[in-house]
């Protein structure tokens, strides 16, 4: 069953310069339960779908179309005030770092009862407060530091803190962006592990929001594949592993060692991305593309259904099964292109 | 610990400076004054008024229609006391006959030299005080800012006029005593500033190269500071003009010299607010402008100096 | 470093700030140009009067025993006798002390309350024309001292609308018993209102300001955003998490704030005819009254240099990051 429907969504970031078409053009949709996985480089636009959905947008920025429906209801429709009944007590969020993720001068016990009381007033102080200890012992906190200000406590434990506050209404939809990456490599496998756990408990579900593919491949049910503002590739997990069929998709399972094929080596993709500012005609991969062809710089590739359920935005996805044994060579990134050269672009890793 | 991570003084401003991003070249030159300018309304409002000033104050004895100590008579001898703003007068007339236009034009040069003198030596005070606090470090820093927290427990204006009462009233001693207070906003300011310049490589590189302390601080780190003791400058300005017309209003102030506060000074035991507000009025307003005018132009630097502070697209 | 630490290690630094306060005031009454003995001993006595005035105040002793002995009898409150009253100063500046107090906590609470809604306001209306001219009007402000600006109120409110008394702090003929009833009472509002609102004008640009641009930083922290996120409410977000926040810059500024009102507030004294310790120090010094100068230019600085150090111990309290950096 369908939970949230997301429908060529289009959030613009208004500048000196001119609009950002930050996300552009985007749908997705969300089951009861499912986890979505929305990977990609640092300014694709993937943390800006996420936060048009609460819409907790910087100032400049605008979601300009599209429609984001939520149990019947069309979210981008709603008044600020209408919307703040669905944030945290439907779509809840943990964030990139959670460092910065809580309030200073209040303990982390004042603000989950503040959060619960807000949303849910007839709930008693005491309850709360009991509520919090118990979100606690959920993320493995002790709960007796409940009432620590957030200051006292070490980057992992705040995470799991900002996990706990995100848990405390069992919320339908959880948001989740980068929510190890600021961490250690052990204490990320745990934290990924007690999400999972948590997720299947209270039967949520979530979208993780990363640029590591290892991680959505180890828990997500269905990858989308986000590049420049548009998804170039959206379907099961499984499949984009194993058969991705963007060019790009192909790029970023190289640059992971945890899911590159045998003992190839690490290739990350050169170039940076795509400027977004007035974006014109033509695919926005085809600059960084090994296998761009005169229609990738003038057309804009729409989505079309490869197999059932699996979505490209690839000029060529129909050559997909000749492209790929091309793209795990190293050659295949480094040689340097007419295009490239004239614009003098340097490696560039991924991350 | 909260006593040395306050740098905040003063005023406001200072507390806003703490994040002065030392986007310093070495000279100022006159097209990076002009860039500062371009496109702030207010800061070229302020630059505009304090010109304006500046040209009444040089051309005052020209442009006052008389002499603003002279008590004037009518034809029959009479002194014209309180006269309403006329083509005559055109600020009206004073209790003893003196005219008010001309008051305030010559009262305007009293505001720019004392602004100007007192900012002057407040700001050179506190730059080096801040300069080699921040430089040396140990204990030249530590006697020095605990000297700056002992003027700060220093009531301002009470000090102004307890010295102007023993050193006598005169304009210079006025200055004077605003100066000896006033330096140590610059002071912690600069102080600060000077602990991040000095890290910078090249000054390392300047000291390794066998620069005297001297020369480092003087060729390498001032150039650096300046722009905010430009800022503390303007600043300075406009508290001196306000502390100066304090004391003058208090009857402290240089008893041979025509200024603003002084002639509120008079207005006021003469009972004159109830009765001729054009007496009143023009010598507060023009405070109120000159002062205006140099935060307005303290202002834009600051913007300038502080990124944060600008308006985001 | 833990809280005791930090206010042991304060009151180090303000018992140093407190002996160097009174040695630059023994040095400014004593050690001036011509005979300071003149400063301390009414004018109009004769030789052999003088003298023995001179002795009794121990002004023939060497400097260094009279500065040990000014230290003792002012740690006593003792300031001698004031010329003008012949009466001892510690009786006569009581009084106005309180007066110059209750003045100027008044205007500085208004100030505060006035800077933080409105800072907070300007935070929020920024890049719009509202912020322009509240940024203009909080400029204005600043830019008027104290007797201007109480000159123009009474112009307006005295002279012109006539709902306001020029000056004094209670009304001809009204009496009170005892010191609550003196400043709980409708003749004190009324009296007080003016130079009040005087001093709040004054003061009010240094926390509007300061609350306008910490707010605007507040405003751009991650917290803000989670708070947003978790569906809290606007006025929630604003007041409760942003102003809080901002709060703990605005409150190490109440001393500097104080420092400045201080000097102000002797100005509005004068204009409104308040008696208060600025009007009693103005006046001693133009009658050459010098142990009441001394004294209210005491309690002055004693007023600053104690608010500079609760403002350090209330800002430790307020934001519990400092005492454990």
Same mark, same amino acid.
């Given at each position: 069953?369908?939970?949230?429907?997301?429908?060529?969504?289009?959030?613009?970031?208004? $500048?000196?310069?001119?609009?950002?078409?930050?996300?552009?053009?985007?749908?997705?949709?969300?089951?009861?339960?499912?986890?979505?996985?929305?990977?990609?480089?640092?300014?694709?636009?993937?943390?800006?779908?996420?936060?048009?959905?609460?819409?907790?947008?910087?100032?400049?920025?605008?979601?300009?179309?599209?429609?984001?429906?939520?149990?019947?209801?069309?979210?981008?429709?709603?008044?600020?005030?209408?919307?703040?009944?669905?944030?945290?007590?439907?779509?809840?969020?943990?964030?990139?770092?959670?460092?910065?993720?809580?309030?200073?001068?209040?303990?982390?016990?004042?603000?989950?009862?503040?959060?619960?009381?807000?949303?849910?007033?007839?709930?008693?102080?005491?309850?709360?407060?009991?509520?919090?200890?118990?979100?606690?012992?959920?993320?493995?906190?002790?709960?007796?530091?409940?009432?620590?200000?957030?200051?006292?406590?070490?980057?992992?434990?705040?995470?799991?803190?900002?996990?706990?506050?995100?848990?405390?209404?069992?919320?339908?939809?959880?948001?989740?962006?980068?929510? $190890?990456?600021?961490?250690?490599?052990?204490?990320?496998?745990?934290?990924?592990?007690?999400?999972?756990?948590?997720?299947?408990?209270?039967?949520?579900?979530?979208?993780?929001?990363?640029?590591?593919?290892?991680?959505?491949?180890?828990?997500?049910?269905?990858?989308?594949?986000?590049?420049?503002?548009?998804?170039?590739?959206?379907?099961?997990?499984? $499949?984009?592993?194993?058969?991705?069929?963007?060019?790009?998709?192909?790029?970023?399972?190289?640059?992971?060692?945890?899911?590159?094929?045998?003992?190839?080596?690490?290739?990350?993709?050169?170039?940076?991305?795509?400027?977004?500012?007035?974006?014109?005609?033509?695919?926005?991969?085809?600059?960084?593309?090994?296998?761009?062809?005169?229609?990738?710089?003038?057309?804009?590739?729409?989505?079309?259904?490869?197999?059932?359920?699996?979505?490209?935005?690839?000029?060529?996805?129909?050559?997909?099964?000749?492209?790929?044994?091309?793209?795990?060579?190293?050659?295949?990134?480094?040689?340097?292109?007419?295009?490239?050269?004239?614009?003098?672009?340097?490696?560039?890793?991924?991350? | 610990?909260?006593?040395?991570?306050?740098?905040?003084?003063?005023?406001?401003?200072?507390?806003?400076?703490?994040?002065?991003?030392?986007?310093?070249?070495?000279?100022?030159?006159?097209?990076?004054?002009?860039?500062?300018?371009?496109?702030?309304?207010?800061?070229?409002?302020?630059?505009?008024?304090?010109?304006?000033?500046?040209?009444?104050?040089?051309?005052?004895?020209?442009?006052?229609?008389?002499?603003?100590?002279?008590?004037? *008579?009518?034809?029959?001898?009479?002194?014209?006391?309180?006269? @309403?703003?006329?083509?005559?007068?055109?600020?009206?007339?004073?209790?003893?006959?003196?005219?008010?236009?001309?008051?305030?034009?010559?009262?305007?040069?009293?505001?720019?030299?004392?602004?100007?003198?007192? @900012?002057?030596?407040s700001?050179?005070?506190?730059?080096?005080?801040?300069?080699?606090?921040?430089?040396?470090?140990?204990?030249?820093?530590?006697?020095?800012?605990?000297?700056?927290?002992i003027i700060y427990g220093v009531p301002f204006l009470p000090f102004v006029i307890v010295l102007v009462v023993i050193l006598?009233?005169?304009?210079?001693n006025v200055?004077l005593a605003i100066a000896l207070v006033q330096w140590r906003?610059?002071?912690?300011?600069?102080?600060?500033?000077?602990?991040?310049?000095?890290?910078?490589?090249?000054?390392?590189?300047?000291?390794?190269?066998?620069?005297?302390?001297?020369?480092?601080?003087?060729?390498?780190?001032?150039?650096?500071?300046?722009?905010?003791?430009?800022?503390?400058?303007?600043?300075?300005?406009?508290? @001196?003009?306000?502390a100066?017309?304090s004391v003058?209003?208090l009857?402290f102030?240089?008893?041979?010299?025509?200024?603003?506060?002084?002639?509120?000074?008079?207005?006021?035991?003469?009972? @004159?607010?109830?009765?001729?507000?054009?007496?009143?009025?023009?010598?507060?307003?023009?405070?109120?402008?000159?002062?205006?005018?140099?935060?307005?132009?303290?202002?834009?630097?600051?913007?300038?100096?502080?990124?944060?502070? *600008?308006?985001?697209? | 470093?833990?809280?005791?630490?930090?206010?042991?290690?304060?009151?180090?630094?303000?018992?140093?700030?407190?002996?160097?306060f009174?040695?630059i005031l023994?040095l400014l009454f004593?050690?001036?140009?011509?005979?300071?003995?003149?400063?301390?001993? &009414?004018?109009?006595?004769?030789?052999?009067?003088?003298?023995?005035?001179?002795?009794?105040?121990?002004?023939?002793?060497?400097?260094?025993?009279?500065?040990?002995?000014?230290?003792?009898?002012?740690?006593?409150?003792?300031?001698?006798?004031?010329?003008?009253?012949?009466?001892?100063?510690?009786?006569?500046?009581?009084?106005?002390?309180?007066?110059?107090?209750?003045?100027?906590?008044?205007?500085?609470?208004?100030?505060?309350?006035?800077?933080?809604?409105?800072?907070?306001?300007?935070?929020?209306?920024?890049?719009?024309?509202?912020?322009?001219?509240?940024?203009?009007?909080?400029?204005?402000?600043?830019?008027?001292?104290?007797?201007?600006?109480?000159?123009?109120?009474?112009?307006?409110?005295?002279?012109?609308?006539?709902?306001?008394?020029?000056?004094?702090?209670?009304?001809?003929?009204?009496?009170?018993?005892?010191?609550?009833?003196?400043?709980?009472?409708?003749?004190?509002?009324?009296?007080? &209102?003016?130079?009040?609102?005087?001093?709040?004008?004054?003061?009010?640009?240094?926390?509007?300001?300061?609350?306008?641009?910490?707010?605007?930083?507040?405003?751009?922290?991650?917290?803000?955003?989670?708070?947003?996120?978790?569906?809290?409410?606007?006025?929630?977000?604003?007041?409760?998490? &942003?102003?809080?926040?901002?709060?703990?810059?605005?409150?190490?500024?109440?001393?500097?704030?104080?420092g400045k009102?201080i000097g102000?507030?002797l100005?509005?004294?004068?204009?409104?005819?308040?008696?208060?310790?600025g009007?009693?120090m103005v006046?001693?010094v133009?009658?050459?009254?010098?142990?009441?100068a001394m004294?209210a230019f005491f309690l002055m600085g004693?007023?600053v240099i104690?608010?500079?150090?609760?403002?350090?111990?209330?800002?430790?309290?307020?934001?519990?990051?400092?005492?454990?950096?």
């Amino acid at each position: 069953m369908t939970l949230l429907e997301i429908e060529t969504l289009k959030t613009y970031y208004h $500048t000196e310069t001119g609009d950002v078409h930050a996300v552009d053009g985007v749908s997705l949709s969300l089951s009861r339960n499912e986890t979505l996985g929305l990977v990609g480089e640092s300014g694709s636009g993937k943390t800006t779908i996420a936060e048009s959905i609460n819409r907790i947008l910087p100032e400049n920025g605008e979601v300009v179309d599209g429609s984001i429906v939520y149990d019947g209801v069309n979210l981008t429709e709603l008044s600020e005030k209408e919307l703040q009944k669905y944030r945290w007590n439907d779509v809840s969020l943990i964030p990139q770092s959670a460092m910065n993720a809580f309030d200073p001068v209040y303990t982390i016990e004042e603000q989950i009862v503040e959060v619960i009381r807000a949303h849910r007033p007839d709930t008693s102080k005491a309850e709360a407060r009991e509520r919090a200890q118990e979100l606690f012992e959920f993320v493995d906190l002790d709960p007796e530091r409940v009432t620590d200000y957030p200051h006292q406590f070490s980057g992992g434990m705040k995470q799991r803190a900002a996990i706990a506050i995100a848990l405390a209404l069992d919320p339908p939809i959880l948001l989740a962006d980068e929510p $190890t990456t600021a961490l250690d490599v052990i204490i990320q496998d745990q934290i990924l592990e007690r999400i999972k756990d948590l997720q299947a408990e209270i039967n949520s579900a979530m979208i993780m929001i990363t640029h590591d593919i290892s991680v959505v491949s180890e828990t997500c049910d269905e990858i989308a594949v986000v590049y420049g503002g548009r998804i170039v590739e959206y379907t099961d997990t499984e $499949t984009v592993i194993n058969e991705p069929h963007h060019p790009y998709t192909m790029g970023l399972r190289n640059a992971f060692p945890s899911i590159a094929e045998g003992d190839q080596e690490l290739i990350s993709i050169p170039g940076s991305p795509p400027e977004l500012v007035n974006p014109e005609e033509g695919c926005r991969f085809a600059d960084r593309c090994p296998f761009a062809e005169e229609e990738c710089y003038e057309k804009t590739p729409q989505p079309r259904e490869v197999a059932e359920g699996h979505v490209v935005e690839c000029h060529r996805a129909d050559e997909a099964e000749e492209l790929r044994p091309e793209a795990n060579k190293k050659e295949a990134w480094t040689e340097e292109r007419p295009k490239d050269a004239a614009a003098g672009q340097e490696g560039y890793s991924n991350d | 610990m909260s006593t040395q991570n306050r740098t905040s003084t003063e005023d406001e401003y200072d507390i806003l400076s703490q994040h002065y991003g030392g986007r310093s070249r070495l000279r100022q030159t006159l097209a990076a004054q002009r860039e500062i300018f371009r496109g702030e309304r207010l800061g070229q409002i302020g630059l505009l008024l304090l010109a304006i000033f500046l040209f009444v104050g040089l051309f005052a004895p020209l442009l006052a229609p008389y002499d603003a100590q002279e008590k004037l *008579r009518t034809d029959d001898g009479e002194i014209k006391r309180m006269e @309403a703003p006329s083509t005559e007068h055109l600020l009206g007339t004073t209790r003893l006959g003196r005219d008010v236009l001309s008051q305030v034009l010559i009262g305007t040069r009293i505001a720019l030299i004392v602004g100007s003198l007192g @900012a002057f030596m407040s700001v050179f005070i506190g730059t080096n005080m801040g300069l080699i606090s921040g430089y040396f470090g140990g204990w030249t820093d530590d006697i020095l800012m605990r000297l700056t927290d002992i003027i700060y427990g220093v009531p301002f204006l009470p000090f102004v006029i307890v010295l102007v009462v023993i050193l006598g009233p005169s304009l210079l001693n006025v200055i004077l005593a605003i100066a000896l207070v006033q330096w140590r906003s610059t002071a912690r300011v600069i102080r600060s500033q000077v602990l991040t310049i000095k890290e910078r490589p090249y000054i390392e590189a300047a000291r390794a190269a066998g620069g005297s302390d001297v020369r480092v601080l003087y060729t390498h780190i001032l150039p650096n500071v300046l722009p905010l003791v430009f800022l503390y400058g303007a600043f300075s300005v406009g508290w @001196a003009v306000i502390a100066e017309a304090s004391v003058s209003f208090l009857g402290f102030g240089d008893p041979l010299s025509v200024s603003w506060g002084k002639m509120l000074f008079t207005a006021y035991t003469a009972n @004159a607010i109830r009765t001729a507000w054009w007496w009143v009025i023009p010598p507060g307003l023009s405070i109120n402008l000159l002062v205006i005018s140099v935060f307005l132009i303290g202002r834009t630097y600051e913007k300038v100096s502080n990124p944060e502070l *600008r308006e985001r697209e | 470093m833990g809280m005791k630490e930090f206010v042991v290690r304060r009151i180090g630094q303000l018992a140093v700030t407190y002996w160097a306060f009174l040695t630059i005031l023994f040095l400014l009454f004593r050690i001036v140009p011509g005979d300071p003995t003149t400063m301390f001993v &009414a004018q109009g006595l004769s030789g052999e009067a003088r003298k023995e005035v001179i002795e009794n105040l121990g002004l023939n002793e060497p400097l260094h025993i009279q500065y040990v002995d000014y230290i003792f009898q002012v740690l006593q409150g003792n300031f001698g006798t004031s010329f003008q009253y012949r009466e001892p100063v510690a009786g006569i500046i009581v009084t106005k002390f309180w007066n110059t107090i209750f003045l100027m906590l008044g205007a500085i609470t208004l100030a505060y309350m006035i800077g933080i809604l409105g800072g907070a306001l300007l935070a929020w209306w920024r890049g719009t024309d509202r912020e322009i001219v509240g940024l203009l009007a909080t400029l204005v402000a600043r830019s008027s001292p104290t007797f201007w600006t109480g000159i123009v109120l009474i112009m307006v409110f005295v002279f012109w609308l006539k709902w306001f008394p020029a000056g004094g702090i209670r009304s001809v003929g009204a009496d009170y018993n005892g010191f609550v009833d003196k400043f709980v009472s409708v003749d004190f509002l009324y009296h007080v &209102a003016l130079p009040m609102l005087t001093g709040a004008i004054y003061y009010m640009a240094t926390p509007t300001l300061l609350m306008r641009n910490t707010m605007l930083e507040i405003l751009n922290e991650d917290f803000i955003k989670m708070k947003k996120a978790e569906g809290l409410s606007q006025y929630t977000i604003l007041y409760k998490h &942003a102003v809080r926040n901002s709060l703990l810059p605005i409150v190490t500024i109440i001393a500097l704030v104080a420092g400045k009102a201080i000097g102000g507030q002797l100005l509005i004294e004068v204009v409104f005819n308040w008696p208060g310790m600025g009007r009693a120090m103005v006046t001693a010094v133009s009658y050459n009254d010098y142990p009441v100068a001394m004294a209210a230019f005491f309690l002055m600085g004693s007023v600053v240099i104690l608010l500079n150090f609760a403002a350090d111990l209330l800002y430790a309290h307020f934001d519990p990051r400092v005492t454990y950096e």
